[in-house]
């Protein structure tokens, strides 16, 4: 195989994302190295969702566990991992049921489709609007780019939803102006 760089990012993957030129190859704990061998302390641990370390024994008992009896499966079925952790989770917090998605973009997209949906089914269709910031960053769906404040993001993919106002970050006075009774959520 050729030699892996940063430069193959360029050439073979869509730039959605501008990745740091070291490339991450091992870790242990916190630290991780690069493929030069070069020792770095990640900070950053999945820009603070997968804040587990790495390499950690026990995490890697039970991904091998798994992985010794069954890998994938449709929606179609249920399996015991995700009921295990749904009834862990609902037992040690206050929610009543969980809902599991592969990224932050479809974290978000659900919260705001679940919030229009509680407004729809309580208050009626007019109670849609939500409100952000200017500057944020909820994700790349078209919702989540479209609600979060960087038009950079938004640009070239319109028409995109509506009934999305932006406030300025940091100034209470203008979202107290922006929300009214059609508000259903406000997202920070
Ligand atoms: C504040 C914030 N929200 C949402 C996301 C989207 O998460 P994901 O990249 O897992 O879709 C990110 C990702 O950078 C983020 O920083």
């Known amino acids: 195989m050729t030699e892996l760089t ?3 990012f360029d050439k073979v993957m869509v730039p959605n994302y501008n990745p740091q030129p070291m490339i991450p190859v091992r870790g242990d704990g916190a630290r991780v190295w690069d493929q030069d061998d070069n020792e770095f302390i990640d900070f950053a641990g999945g820009i603070a969702v997968n804040v587990v370390g790495h390499n950690h024994p026990r995490l890697v ?3 091998k566990a798994q992985a010794d009896k069954l890998w994938h499966l449709s929606n179609v079925y249920t399996n015991e991992p995700a009921l295990a952790l749904a009834s862990k989770l609902t037992e040690a917090t206050f929610a009543d049921k969980v809902f599991f998605c592969n990224s932050g973009a479809e974290a978000n997209e659900a919260a705001f ?3 229009r949906k509680y407004a729809y089914d309580n208050f009626g269709p007019e109670k849609n609007e939500i409100i952000s910031f200017t500057k944020s960053f ?3 769906t078209l919702f989540t780019v479209s609600v979060g404040g960087q038009p950079k ?3 070239g993919f319109e028409p995109a939803p509506g009934g999305i106002t932006h406030v300025p970050f940091n100034d209470i006075e203008a979202l107290k102006a922006a929300i009214s009774d059609n508000t259903c959520g406000v997202v920070m």
């Open 6 to 8: 940063r430069s193959t």
């Open 61 to 63: 008992a039970a991904i």
């Open 113 to 115: 489709k679940l919030i």
């Open 138 to 140: 909820h994700g790349r």
């Open 153 to 155: 993001y938004r640009e």
